[in-house]
């Protein structure tokens, strides 16, 4: 490419003293530097400002430039990462988190391809990491923000923000932030209002974000009264923004199966009460259980064993499926 474009990299941190040096290390080994490292300390009570610190000088060693800002209060991830949009001057803006890492090609391969196909967006695959072992996991491909958003509802493509390069222009243009506060699900609504305004999308068909879970427990969601506030106001800000986009029939995104989805690790769980609260968040969504195809069968098969309140075989699911398979395999 002619001018080596900038990359914004945010890294919102909270008490992560035991783990930023994975993520600041992987920068620091990556092929491409034209970098801005933008860290946003959320007020932490541990010492990972000390453990910031000493990676500052060895980014900027290789060239990198470095912002790092500390709250005065802790406001939460979404709060952090629009800090950090807010200092972040780059073309391009990318997300890690504290404790995961990258390939060491990932940047590159990210914005040559942003630059080279004229992309607001680009994709791509990533890592699950279990201690020792990891698993590689695809995305599907998609060829329009249209495409992208139906599969990101459907639950055959996920919307974490690490999994995208997005041009800077596209936040700032169409006015696109985290909403404070609402930290469950702040980066599902966040994609979705991207993609709606992205012009031209691209998937990259390689794994390059490694995504650390420290044991089976991880994969166990309980969420509080205030996770399901948030998550439900997020998704209905995304039925909202697709309701009044540019897109000429909004009704042909089923919010039903992103409600599904996005209650679905409830059921990966051995409590009966998780259960129940699935049965009652978002009940408008349970009659379509079994007709999301996009979904294993098995998934659609748990969730209908959860509308028939069939709790038991729930329960010996996830004590074979996650308790032995996971904590045998990804041990």
């Not at 914004?8 to 491409?32: C, D, R």
């Not at 696109?176 to 930290?183: L, R």
Request: aromatic share 12%; with cysteine.
């Amino acid at each position: 490419m002619e001018r080596e474009l900038i990359v914004s990299v945010i890294i919102p941190v909270y008490n992560a003293e035991s783990t930023i040096h994975i993520a600041l290390k992987s920068l620091i080994e990556q092929s491409y530097t034209k970098i801005e490292v933008v860290i946003i300390d959320d007020c932490s009570t541990d010492q990972s400002w000390t453990v910031i610190q000493k990676y500052i000088p060895i980014l900027e060693n290789k060239g990198m430039s470095t912002k790092v800002i500390s709250h005065n209060k802790n406001g939460g991830v979404a709060s952090a990462r629009n800090t950090g949009l807010e200092n972040a001057t780059g073309e391009f803006i990318y997300y890690v988190d504290a404790d995961d890492y990258l390939e060491i090609n990932a940047i590159e391969l990210l914005i040559n391809e942003a630059v080279s196909k004229d992309a607001d967006i680009v994709g791509c695959n990533w890592f699950l990491t279990f201690g020792k072992n990891e698993r590689r996991m695809n995305q599907p491909s998609f060829a329009s923000s249209k495409e992208a958003i139906q599969k990101m509802l459907n639950g055959s493509m996920r919307w974490n923000l690490w999994l995208f390069i997005v041009r800077r222009s596209l936040y700032v243009n169409e006015q696109i932030q985290f909403t404070p506060g609402m930290n469950m699900g702040e980066d599902m609504m966040v994609m979705v209002k991207l993609f709606t305004k992205a012009t031209r999308v691209i998937y990259l068909d390689k794994a390059l974000y490694h995504y650390g879970q420290s044991n089976n427990q991880s994969l166990t969601k309980i969420y509080s009264d205030s996770h399901i506030r948030e998550v439900t106001l997020n998704v209905g800000e995304i039925e909202r923004y697709l309701f009044n986009s540019r897109f000429s029939d909004p009704e042909e995104f089923n919010l039903n199966f992103l409600k599904l989805n996005i209650k679905l690790p409830l059921l990966i769980s051995d409590q009966e009460e998780q259960y129940k609260l699935w049965l009652n968040w978002f009940p408008e969504s349970n009659g379509k259980v079994m007709t999301n195809k996009a979904l294993p069968f098995r998934t659609r098969f748990l969730q209908w064993l959860a509308v028939k309140k069939q709790f038991w075989a729930i329960k010996l699911y996830y004590r074979v499926v996650i308790g032995f398979i996971y904590g045998r395999v990804y041990k």
